[in-house]
């Protein structure tokens, strides 16, 4: 069974870290290009960073460009998103999503591209 379970959100104040972290069972995370996306009460999902499958190729949102980081650790089937200088309006649950690849090059920021979600985890940034 494909699966991916997010972990590391929690309630920071303005300014902390959080790093969340993305791990796949069921199949090899190296295959999948992966995507982190948030989606705060009330608000469209919107995309956050992605990763391609090799780490080669990450985008971000310009909404937190400088400030967050994707990595991933293939060989611990995992993704990280770490979050540095959080602000109140990054409160969201927090979303990492993957989808196969053949181009180890390649990944999108369109939620609807990818074929695996995990179940979320909520960050809370007060002010």
């Known amino acids: 069974q494909l699966q991916l379970v997010e972990s590391g959100g929690g309630l920071v104040q303005r300014g902390g870290s959080l790093r969340l972290s993305c791990a796949a069972s069921?199949?090899?995370?190296?295959?999948?290009?992966i995507g982190w996306f948030r989606q705060a009460p009330g608000k469209e999902r919107e995309p956050v960073s992605c990763?391609?499958?090799?780490?080669?190729?990450?985008n971000y949102a310009e909404s937190v460009k400088g400030r967050f980081t994707i990595s991933r650790d293939n060989a611990k089937n995992t993704v990280y998103l770490q979050m540095n200088s959080l602000k109140p309006e990054d409160t969201a649950a927090y979303y990492c999503?993957?989808?196969?690849?053949?181009?180890?090059?390649?990944?999108?920021?369109?939620?609807?591209?990818?074929?695996?979600w995990g179940q979320g985890t909520q960050v809370t940034v007060s002010s």
């Open positions: 990763s391609s499958s090799s780490g080669y190729s990450t």
């Open positions: 999503a993957a989808r196969w690849s053949f181009d180890q090059r390649l990944c999108v920021m369109t939620s609807g591209d990818y074929d695996y």
């Open positions: 069921g199949f090899i995370l190296g295959n999948y290009y």
